[in-house]
T-cell receptor
């Protein structure tokens, strides 16, 4: 069984540009989560999808971040326009319906210059 | 609101020595507790979890943790450290009513020396 995959693994962009991160959850997992770790700080929750619906987006920093999960399969997280403080590692995780255990992807390392 | 405190951002042990990584949590409802590990250049891997069954939980690679409600702790231990245990360890808490979103501690970097 394939695990959670994320693309790209690394991204270096300039301030003001747009970046789109992609997450493919484990097949059949209804729950999909996005988290972010800014350097030196804890991993923080961004948002939670149940299938294609946003269940909780209380962790989204501001309206420069847009997450989608069309069809309830893969998800994208777009940052537009990117700012310096958006640099960090973005993790995606998925879990089965009703399950408490989340399985994480390898993360996307975003650097905004 | 939930929170997690990991004491010690860096812990160094000798190979063969006991590993003890501390985690204290705060939760107003019965929590689920997790330890994840991140090896260099890899993603987060689940080590073990507590979900209200046995209070002593055994995980992968010889790690275990004990849920102590009275102390609000969930410390991670391993009797004998191995060089391959060098990694960053994260304690996290969630609860079922909150969509199971995880609240993480700041992480503990474990160094294992010869």
């Amino acid at each position: 069984e394939a695990g959670v995959t994320q693309f790209p693994s690394h991204s270096v962009i300039e301030k003001g540009q747009t970046v789109t991160l992609r997450c493919d959850p484990i097949s059949g997992h209804d729950n999909l989560y996005w988290y972010r770790r800014v350097m030196g700080k804890e991993i923080k929750f961004l948002l939670h999808f149940v299938k294609e619906s946003k269940q909780d987006e209380s962790g989204m920093p501001n309206n420069r971040f847009l997450a989608e999960r069309t069809g309830g399969t893969y998800s994208t997280l777009k940052v537009q326009p990117a700012e310096l403080e958006d640099s960090g590692v973005y993790f995606c995780a998925s879990s089965q319906r009703g399950a408490e255990t989340q399985y994480f992807g390898p993360g996307t390392r975003l650097l905004v210059l | 609101a939930q929170s997690v405190t990991q004491l010690g951002s860096h812990v160094s042990v000798s190979e063969g020595a006991l590993v003890l990584l501390r985690c204290n949590y705060s939760s107003s409802v019965p929590p689920y507790l997790f330890w994840y590990v991140q090896y260099p250049n890899q993603g987060l891997q689940l080590l073990l979890k507590y979900t209200s069954a046995a209070t002593l939980v055994k995980g992968i690679n010889g790690f275990e943790a004990e849920f102590k409600k009275s102390e609000t702790s969930f410390h991670l231990t391993k009797p004998s450290a191995h060089m391959s245990d060098a990694a960053e360890y994260f304690c996290a808490v969630s609860f079922t009513g909150g969509g199971n979103k995880l609240t993480f501690g700041t992480g503990t970097q474990l160094k294992v020396e010869l």
